[in-house]
């Protein structure tokens, strides 16, 4: 089945914002196995988003229309929609309660009567309850083809699309269709897709793609079947395979577990602290870390050492390590590991130190960063030559810290699984 | 004159990247007045892409595609859209050399046949140099509507557009379009509406538009005139208006500058260093300030003192203030401030304390944060109440603590201007 995105708002158009609407339903649209070829964005305009849905409607099966739900005048992607699908226009009294409901909680005492235009649906339409808004989501079918309306805001169309939306869409599907992320880090994209070619070559269903992501690259495996045990069984034997290929550069096979979430996991695990020791990086290696919520069990305390007097003082890198080799080096890589163990008492630390521009010299050569992992009594140090601008090159620094960090635990308490 | 942009790329209906091209490319086009009723995406699909630019030349002036510029087989977008508007392809020799060159530079050696594909252009069309990538960008002219042509990559578009396609709009524009920006922080968005209604409500030319951003308001106003003088002239009491009305709120009228490069700025202004010291915003805020090229001038050391024990140690924040007030107080934000200005005799600490979530509890209201400042021996501090999720929620204080740092200098410098 084909399904088209039409996004309505002048915001779009303007710039204020992008299209992460249109992004985030391609993506959930690929895992179901439903085919995108195209998206549209008009503002809130009449004339302009009746020609859109009619050309729509011919083209595609289905067609999802986010934003242009809510209470003022300019919101017309409802009154429109049903106009051209021949739907007449009701009070939903279960709607009109909830919004009643929604107003109480959040305390608002002064709703005005446009409010009340949300409650009013297309008569024979499927309501999704939205739980984080006033806007319901509807969906429509006319002759064949199927609508489907939701708000704007992401916080309020992300949860009705994977609680409401995607179950009906899975119910109209004539196939099942299952898919199973392998998410890989230190490895690049290019030498991923030589390593899983014969793979791809061979493919018919299940499906292998690869992305592309920061220092990462997920591969995501998806099978048709008539009923999702099938679906499943066919993705097994696909992920296993893909699992021995990749081996430890596998961080996880769960969609919504992260780098970060990984590494504090095996921490907590094992029952282990870690401190950061930040030149280049600057905070955001710690900062990844403690946005994992409950971070704060294994992370106690991190350094910035931006300076070498900073290095020096703080994590006791010597002079003549700094003197002979360079803040940049694999020498004061370690020895900004072992200092940030030492002063802090925790297990491990991390250390990142590099080049990140915007210069670009033979003396600071842009991109050459050393990470290093102190562990166990033992230290760790990779070598690595990112590309990029500045906030790249941190950011790829970033990834690969984490992803030492995950495997140096991995390594050394093997024996303590 | 109306811009359609229509962007292809199967990356983009597979969801894979958001499109951020058209909404560079929407803000760009609103800066010069020139109106987006439609952007469009399709894949590297001849029919799709044909019936797209046909609607296109149909209801819009300009067209301006994206992406598909490549040397693969799939890469169809000068190829359709040259045959549509009926141009010839043919090979150009400054292209071809400069591809050449090109190659030469990053010393690759394997240049293959399709290489040479992108060194064709259709007849007559003006080819526009890419200083970033190989495929040059285009504009092709005919029948009273213009094609341009761009390179998807944004490192490619960016550029490009900036320097050769918008002096282009700007020369086929009948009026000259100037704006100027007005970047606020410290005040909401609604409430910032309200401070200049009467200036918009009032408006025909300039306009003024307002934009909200995490922490932040940014004020655009844009004015029409025969020539840029008189664009100038108009934007000028409307731009001294706002300044005074939003007066320190104001942090920069310059496009290209943001928060922290105005707080270097400021800092190297006034030979100062700054040392800061992070809870809940965990690194986040020093890797603020570090990704402002040369920030090494002032920020030389950090710390993050996410548990009670590193604030002590680390920081010197009492037994006593922690026991009474909590590690999130006004009390440990001073101490924490003070704390990091003694420990690295720097001349400016800035301390958060707060919590992040994803709890919320009568103990540990989600959302509640201090900021604190240690200047000239003195130490201020805010109390702030964010809503959102625990990434939004540290974000915000992030924002807040360098406008907090902002202010600060400005007060105490004041007399040092």
């Known amino acids: 089945m084909v399904v088209e995105i039409l996004a309505v708002g002048t915001e779009l158009l303007l710039g204020n914002i992008a299209n992460t609407n249109a992004q985030y339903l391609s993506q959930k649209c690929a895992t179901l196995g439903l085919s995108v070829y195209h998206h549209t964005v008009v503002g809130d305009n009449e004339k302009r988003m009746t020609d859109a849905i009619k050309r729509a409607m011919k083209r595609s099966d289905i067609i999802i229309l986010t934003g242009g739900l809510g209470p003022t005048e300019d919101d017309i992607t409802k009154e429109v929609c049903s106009k051209v699908m021949g739907f007449e226009l009701v ?27 949300q409650a009013v649906v297309p008569q024979g339409a499927k309501v999704l309850d939205n739980h984080n808004g006033t806007a319901p989501g509807l969906i ?37 269709i299952c898919s199973q992320i392998v998410k890989v880090c230190g490895i690049g994209e290019s030498r991923a897709e030589t390593m899983v070619l014969d793979m791809i070559d061979a493919q018919t269903n299940p499906t292998i793609a690869t ?5 990462e690259v997920h591969l995501r495996v998806t099978a ?9 069984k066919l993705l097994k034997p696909v992920v296993k395979e893909l699992k021995k290929r990749f081996d430890i550069n596998v961080y996880t096979t769960n969609e919504d577990e992260n780098l970060e979430d990984v ?28 946005n994992v919520a409950g971070a704060s069990e294994c992370f106690k305390e991190g350094f910035i050492t931006y300076s ?19 803040a940049v080096s694999e020498q004061t890589a370690k020895e900004m590991a072992k200092g940030g163990v030492f002063a802090t008492d925790s297990d491990i630390c991390v250390a990142v130190t590099g080049f990140a521009g915007p ?8 991109g050459l960063v050393y990470i290093s992992c102190y562990i166990k009594d033992k230290v760790f ?15 790829q620094a970033v990834v690969q810290a984490l992803d030492l960090l995950r495997r140096c635990i991995i390594e050394n308490y093997k024996s303590e699984k």
Do not use: C
């Open 224 to 232: 048709k079947a008539e009923n999702e045990e099938q679906a499943k």
């Open 91 to 117: 009070e939903d009294a279960h709607t009109k309660k909830r919004i009643a409901e929604h107003f109480k909680a959040s305390g608002r005492k002064n709703v005005t009567e446009n409010n009340w235009k």
């Open 211 to 215: 992305y592309a992501k920061t220092g």
């Open 381 to 395: 140090v990779k070598e690595f030559h990112f590309t990029g601008n500045r906030m790249k090159i941190r950011e």
């Open 359 to 366: 210069e670009n010299t033979a003396e600071e050569p842009k």
């Open 263 to 290: 590494v504090v996991k095996l921490m907590k695990k094992h029952g282990l602290t870690v401190t950061t020791a930040e030149s280049m990086t600057g905070g955001m290696l710690a900062g990844k870390i403690i």
């Open 308 to 326: 070498n007097k900073a290095k020096k003082k703080t994590l006791d890198v010597s002079k003549a390590t700094l003197k002979k080799y360079g």
């Open 140 to 176: 429509l079918e006319a002759e064949g083809k199927t609508a489907i309306l939701l708000p704007g805001p992401p916080n309020e169309l992300k949860p009705l699309f994977a609680e409401q939306v995607a179950p009906y869409l899975r119910s109209i599907q004539p196939e099942t």
